[in-house]
């Protein structure tokens, strides 16, 4: 079978249930010279539609956002060939203790509940974690990649 390429507007709705189920993301801050900083990332969307990362403090990424707030995220399929979407918008840092919250809503909207709340705040907050929240306020389409629908039209 051959992959046709497709790209799908969405709105607001559609998009966040496309974000929600998936969490493997590259995060696109600025570095100080202006050139673009990927970072792979496990990443979620919170109640209030942010894609949210936990991280530590001294990674690039947080250096980035806390000189240059504008990000994005490639938000991406479990396979390499499944659907992928970039989004855009304001990213902030939130330190502990301040982020211990959001990082238990970062991991009940990747894995559910914990056998022990209380072990893993202890455990953040061990660990010296930040949380990276990304508003977002642009999108483009749902897309997948694969041949122009015109190329397998031609040669079924």
Known sequence: MV??????????????????SRHRGVLLTTRAN????????????????RVVVATYPERAKVHNIRRDPGAS?????????GEW????????????????????EYFRVISGEHD??????QAMLDQGKCLIRLTITEWGPIARGGFP????????
């Open 3 to 20: 992959n046709v390429a497709t790209n799908r507007i969405v709105g607001r709705n559609e998009l966040d249930d496309f974000i929600r």
């Open 73 to 81: 995220m490639v938000v991406m399929s479990d396979s390499f060939g």
């Open 116 to 121: 022990d709340w209380d072990e893993y705040r």
């Open 34 to 49: 202006g050139r673009p900083q990927a970072s792979l990332v496990t990443m979620g969307l919170d109640r209030s539609g």
């Open 149 to 156: 629908a015109r190329l397998v039209e031609e040669h079924p």
């Open 85 to 104: 979407v970039q989004v855009d918008g304001t990213a902030e840092v939130v330190d502990l203790p301040a982020a211990i919250e959001g990082l238990v």
